[in-house]
């Protein structure tokens, strides 16, 4: 392709929609103590407290947050199973639980998913399935929780002003988690508002529908993957939210033609994915299917023309995926044997952090024939 053409075609590239994750975080954190400070003057609340002004405001501040987010992932929950539906995935902060088998599993990490809450459910009988009701559970369990905060404040306001206002704090975080959660703007994660607004759309939202799926059979011990055939021009985030499974569905079938086609569109669509982990597997996975057939001289060339960050993705040793390519760049470019031992020694631990255990295996075969390759290469690695 020529330049001229090659220009034309980002060109007509749609804009990537804007993340709002941190202008959300400041606005949560900023309207709500400049709202709840406000109301000190208002209700004379000073007068009452027997403790620290900012600590007081700072501590129902954060205190309301989480408990108002934990209140609308678990309603969320709740109205899924109402609606038989049975759980994907969930997080609350830094717990995660995970569908493996029929069987929940926790899992404890420091990431944390949109707003610290995400809630991924799968239908029974997608047809059927009730949709809008479904997003809209979270807002009406959330206001059902403010509600019950708002009676019991006024019962204790009777006996300590202290803790009424400090429930009134606490309870007036829950619009604005209601309206951060439903708004379809995105974030790091899917919010629901974003979710809701795209499966309008019928294509998406069967797209949508086999996503969840895929996650389902993907953290299960029979991993039985659907392939979805994403138009070059499909640009919705939940569509190409697709590529994720089709390019574990092609690098197990060993389809190198689909799956170098498939790593060129998640490179080439970079700024429109919600989950960064994508495009990450779009990189890995240009450098694997190079390192099975290319000249050593043609990789390395390839790899120093890479960004540095993009460099660092393949170089990455705590991930399962990335295994494969940061051992060939620790045996065949930046050699160092005390590097690639390193990446070996990583693995036991890699498997443990590894969400999708119905693949260790798969994983485990592919970075075993990679070793077997290096220490062909260098044979004096080979019992170290």
Not at 54 to 71: C, D, K, N, P, R
Not at 121 to 148: C, D, L, Q, R
Request: proline residues 2%; contains cysteine.
């Amino acid at each position: 392709m020529d330049s001229n053409n090659e220009n034309k075609e980002v060109n007509t590239m749609p804009k990537p929609l804007f993340n709002a994750s941190w202008v959300l975080f400041i606005a949560l954190i900023g309207i709500g103590w400049v709202l709840n400070y406000q109301l000190f003057d208002v209700f004379s609340i000073r007068e009452y407290l027997t403790v620290n002004l900012y600590a007081y405001i700072a501590t129902a501040l954060i205190l309301g947050f989480i408990v108002s987010v934990i209140v609308y992932g678990l309603s969320k929950l709740i109205g899924g199973k109402i609606l038989k539906a049975k759980l994907v995935y969930a997080s609350f902060f830094f717990l995660h639980f995970r569908n493996i088998d029929g069987k929940i599993k926790i899992y404890f990490s420091f990431s944390i998913d949109g707003i610290g809450t995400e809630v991924k459910m799968i239908p029974m009988n997608e047809s059927s399935f009730k949709w809008k009701k479904y997003f809209k559970a979270g807002t009406m369990g959330s206001i059902v929780y403010a509600a019950v905060m708002v009676v019991s404040l006024f019962i204790i306001n009777f006996f300590d002003k202290q803790i009424a206002y400090f429930l009134l704090i606490m309870a007036l975080y829950v619009p604005f988690i209601i309206t951060a959660m439903t708004m379809p703007y995105r974030t790091e994660s899917f919010s629901d508002g974003f979710i809701a607004h795209h499966i309008k759309n019928e294509k998406v939202r069967k797209i949508y529908y086999i996503n969840l799926q895929n996650e389902l059979n993907i953290y299960s011990s029979q991993c039985e993957l659907v392939y979805v055939d994403v138009n070059n021009e499909d640009y919705d985030p939940i569509v190409i939210h697709a590529y994720l499974y089709n390019y574990y569905y092609l690098l197990d079938k060993e389809d190198y033609y689909l799956l170098k086609k498939t790593c060129d569109q998640i490179v080439r669509k970079e700024k429109y994915f919600v989950d960064r982990s994508v495009v990450s597997l779009g990189y890995i996975g240009k450098f694997y299917l190079m390192s099975l057939d290319a000249s050593v001289d043609a990789i390395s060339d390839y790899y120093w023309s890479l960004e540095s960050n993009v460099r660092h993705i393949l170089q990455y040793r705590s991930s399962l995926d990335s295994m494969k390519t940061a051992l060939y760049i620790a045996g065949f470019l930046d050699v160092a044997w005390e590097l690639y031992s390193s990446i070996k020694r990583a693995y036991d631990n890699n498997v443990k952090s590894y969400p999708y255990q119905g693949r260790v295996e798969k994983e485990k075969k592919l970075i075993q024939n990679m070793i077997l390759k290096i220490e062909e290469k260098n044979p004096e690695w080979k019992d170290e």
